[in-house]
């Protein structure tokens, strides 16, 4: 008799312990954007191949696919934290804050860069320019390098959309604080009018490299 008791003590107690993971990889103040387990609260836009899956807790970027998946909701100033992960070919990606759900990302909104620094520094995309590294806001701002971990591993990264700040933190280094309202030049303002805009989805913005992700939440700021 007491082995079923004891199975089902264990059963009740993995279960238990799972549950308490779950929720404490959501911080105070901050709400999950996934599930793990679907796409649910988010929109794939201008799907390419497979697109974005599910698969073991993880959202995946298919390789030869992609398009940009958006968050159903709209956010202003907020704290974003979520872990990504590149195979060891390296992956290119990126990150859509306010951005519109038509348009290029990159340009009618703001596009962070997600980027393998290794496989771009030996030119797997040709040579990049300094705002086309990771954790920069495209071709605008760029970023700090040296902080990312080598493709294979789990990265984690915070970005802080307050006004016309933007903060990116990768593995606890700060690697972009920039103030929007500098950048001053009217050609640069022409070609990104997302820059100016102060709203907008959250997206994913797939390039047909493989990227996994995972913990996505976020915290909004009044």
């Known amino acids: 008799m007491r082995r079923p ?18 929720t404490q990889s959501v911080e105070s103040g901050f709400t999950s954007l996934f599930d793990g387990k679907s796409l649910e609260g988010w929109t794939l836009v201008g799907q390419r191949g497979e697109g974005y899956g599910v698969k073991d807790g993880v959202l995946y970027c298919a390789r030869g696919g992609g398009g940009n998946l958006l968050t159903d909701k709209e956010y202003s100033d907020f704290v974003l934290r979520f872990e990504f992960k590149m195979p060891p070919e390296g992956s290119n990606n990126g990150l859509g804050i306010r951005t519109p ?3 290029d990302a990159a340009y009618a909104g703001m596009e962070l860069q997600i980027i393998d620094e290794a496989s771009a520094l030996a030119g797997k995309w040709g040579k990049l320019r300094d705002a086309q590294y990771h954790g920069s806001v495209y071709d605008v701002v760029a970023a700090k390098r040296g902080a990312m971990k080598p493709a294979g591993q789990w990265n984690t990264q915070e970005v802080t959309a307050r006004g016309h700040q933007i903060t990116v933190v990768l593995n606890g280094q700060t690697i972009l604080d920039a103030d929007l309202s500098a950048v001053t030049d009217p050609e640069v303002l022409k070609k990104h009018p997302g820059l100016q805009r102060t709203s907008g989805h959250i997206g994913l913005l797939g390039h047909n490299d493989y990227v996994e992700f995972r913990n996505i939440r976020i915290k909004e700021m009044k």
Do not use: D
Not at 5 to 22: D, G, Q, V
């Open 101 to 103: 759900r038509e348009g």
């Open 5 to 22: 008791f004891a199975l089902i003590c264990s059963a009740t107690l993995t279960l238990a312990l799972a549950t308490t993971a779950f």
